[in-house]
């Protein structure tokens, strides 16, 4: 029975590798019938945020990995924030210290840049040095006294210690090389190290997944588990996910592309930009001169006046570019880790049902979106049409469609009459034209001229033919639509096409819309009518 943790350091969104070792977390505790618990780390005072601590609950929840025990679900472990546990902390600060197993410094950032200047001039990994009389509690006074910060170490034991992985089997470290490492700041706040050890102890935690960058740090948390005598759990560092261009999966990707962005942006109004990002333009001009990044929240209201696409990252861009949770969870899942029978679309469940720690794999995964565009597909047909309208309900507020609010019986029939879309923004796109005044129509200029301005404007002699046609029509639905579209394209001895195309452009602006005969139907004859119109005013019809 595995009782596992998911551990976010609440600094931003919930990141596409944390909702992967949430996943696994999940998977392990439901295939043993064990417990997932949800504890916030939110031990760095200067990074945290509760707000973002709730949009990684958000963002779980939306991915549908719930977790047992944690935050807004109490139980015998809590409290599940560290910054609320830290009396528990200092009693095993204290056992550590009295059993000179941990010792107090009093560096100076200084201080220690120069030390850590000094090794790499000599080519020499940096290993605090201990002293060799360990400060005692008079020491500690005069530091404070004199101002000085106060913080504790760990005595790290010079001994090999051993790290049994699930992923990467044995992985042996020598103590000597690891530092005496910080376990209490000078805030008061335990490192993440030390709070992560006792945590894990105390909430019972048989199974700790989290990403291979943490794998250097557990040496140091397996060596504080034998000075407290605590158990040492079952340990998986996931392989490492690459973005197509290389290189890890970051924020700073988003970042990056925004960047280029704005550096090619003619006429660019940098005071605006700055406002609309809630920055100044100091810092505007730090971000374009690669001095800093600006958070999350001002990159995307930049990105959006900038009209410029970023590559999704975290949980909330997929979920605004119109994927569903059930298509992330499945890709995520088979980065690192390969289902058995190498079966590729599994729902939650299946995933729950057919997982097998010994699957892992070591290797490096490649962050596929035109693989993760294919799943979104498939889970687009698997998804019941309640399920559906729901999700793409979530999808249209979210993205503050002009589609948001509108009837289910409407919104249910053009999610059928979008059948094949890869991703609810598919189907948004192409339905938009249903959502919007007349008036406000973006005309392609492309489509314009292909489709109702070439050859003497022979699509807008078509269209104001379609127009009588249409008139005339005994009662307006998609059959009398099809057949007199069909007889008219017969008449003129023309392919369905050259009918269609035309009136396709009237009502939508572009020649990319859902089937015409229902888009027609679904638009009501007045609408359409006033679409002609305007259409044929507009390219100067009458004046021809
Ligand atoms: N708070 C750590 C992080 O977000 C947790 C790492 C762990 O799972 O131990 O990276």
Redesign the pocket.
């Known amino acids: 029975m595995a009782v596992t943790r998911f551990?976010?350091?609440p600094t931003g969104y919930l990141h596409i590798g944390?909702a992967r070792?949430a996943l696994f977390d999940l998977l392990w505790a439901r295939k043993t019938g064990g417990r997932f618990i949800l504890r916030i780390?939110d031990t760095d005072q200067s990074r945290n945020s509760l707000t973002a601590a709730k949009q990684v609950m958000d963002d779980l929840k939306w991915l549908g990995i719930q977790w047992d025990e944690g935050p807004e679900i109490e139980g015998p472990a809590g409290p599940y924030y560290q910054s609320q546990r830290l009396d528990i902390y200092n009693r095993y600060i204290e056992q550590l210290l009295n059993a000179g197993k941990a010792y107090y410094c009093f560096d100076t950032t200084d201080k220690l840049n120069q030390m850590r200047k000094k090794a790499a001039e000599n080519k020499q990994n940096f290993v605090y040095p201990r002293p060799v009389k360990l400060p005692d509690s008079a020491d500690v006074e005069k530091a404070k006294a004199q101002d000085k910060d106060v913080m504790v170490r760990f005595c790290m034991p010079d001994e090999e210690v051993v790290v049994n992985d699930e992923v990467r089997g044995q992985v042996k470290f020598n103590g000597r090389d690891i530092s005496d490492f910080i376990i209490l700041k000078s805030d008061g706040f335990p490192t993440?190290h030390f709070a992560?050890v006792i945590d894990d102890e105390l909430m019972g935690i048989t199974h700790?997944v989290?990403?291979q960058e943490?794998l250097m740090n557990t040496p140091g948390h397996i060596a504080m588990q034998k000075a407290l005598g605590f158990k040492t759990p079952v340990y998986a560092h996931m392989s490492i996910t690459v973005s197509e261009g290389g290189g890890k999966m970051s924020k700073r990707d988003r970042a990056k592309v925004l960047k280029n962005a704005i550096k090619k942006t003619e006429g660019l109004d940098k005071e605006k930009l700055a406002s609309i990002g809630g920055i100044s333009t100091t810092q505007l001009d730090g971000f374009l001169t690669g001095d800093s990044t600006p958070d999350n929240p001002a990159v995307d209201a930049m990105a959006e006046f900038l009209n410029v696409e970023l590559p999704e990252v975290n949980i909330v861009d997929f979920f605004k570019s119109g994927y569903l949770p059930q298509a992330l969870v499945n890709f995520i899942a088979l980065l690192g880790y390969s289902a058995p029978g190498d079966k590729e679309i599994l729902t939650l469940q299946e995933l729950i049902d057919t997982f097998d720690p010994s699957r892992f794999n070591k290797t490096n995964s490649l962050f596929d979106r035109k693989k993760l565009l294919a799943f979104n597909t498939e889970h687009m047909k698997m998804l019941g049409e309640e399920e559906l309208l729901s999700r793409y309900k979530d999808f249209l507020e979210v993205v503050k469609s002009p589609a948001a609010g509108a009837d289910d019986a409407l919104l249910k029939r053009v999610i059928k009459a979008s059948q094949g879309a890869r991703t609810l923004a598919d189907i948004d796109h192409k339905s938009r034209f249903l959502f919007i005044e007349t008036g406000k129509i973006e005309y392609n200029k492309k489509d314009v001229e292909k489709v109702l301005l070439k050859n003497s404007a022979e699509g807008l002699a078509m269209l104001a033919e379609l127009k009588e046609q249409l008139l005339k029509l005994p009662a307006l639905n998609e059959e009398t639509i099809e057949k007199m579209l069909r007889g008219l394209a017969e008449q003129k001895q023309v392919g369905l096409g050259k009918v269609a195309q035309p009136l396709r452009v009237a009502i939508c602006g572009t020649t990319v819309s859902l089937p015409i005969f229902e888009s027609i139907d679904m638009l009501g004859l007045e609408e359409t009518v006033k679409r002609i119109d305007n259409t044929l005013n507009k390219f100067g019809w009458n004046l021809l």
Do not use: D, F, L
Request: glycine residues 16%; contains cysteine; neutral net charge.
């Open positions: 551990a976010p350091s944390g070792t780390e993440y992560c700790v989290r990403g943490h």
